[in-house]
């Protein structure tokens, strides 16, 4: 969770897949499952510096390679080092990968 004095602007969602989660797409790879930031606090960093911990979360629990799907944040993942595949997610959006 991202907070700007005591109020919540942001959080971000993710996993290492594993049998135990209820999602378990690629084993061992890290997931970001989901991300928001309040309409306010978009184009501030706010988002840059969730994506960072988690992926440093990810990496330090051992994942090499992080995934996570998207239909339309295409720059913003990239500006962050991430890349577009040619997969379709069951959700519609396009998979993009990272090595962590």
Known sequence: MAFEDGEPIGFINFQIDSEASNWN???GWGMIRELHVAQAWRRRGVG???ADIATRVMKESGA????LTTEDTFDF????????TDEMAPNGGI?????L
């Open 95 to 99: 998979v993009m990968e990272k090595t």
């Open 48 to 50: 840059s510096v969730l």
């Open 25 to 27: 797409e690629r084993p």
């Open 64 to 67: 090499t390679r992080a995934y």
């Open 77 to 84: 993942w990239e500006a962050l080092g991430w890349e577009k």
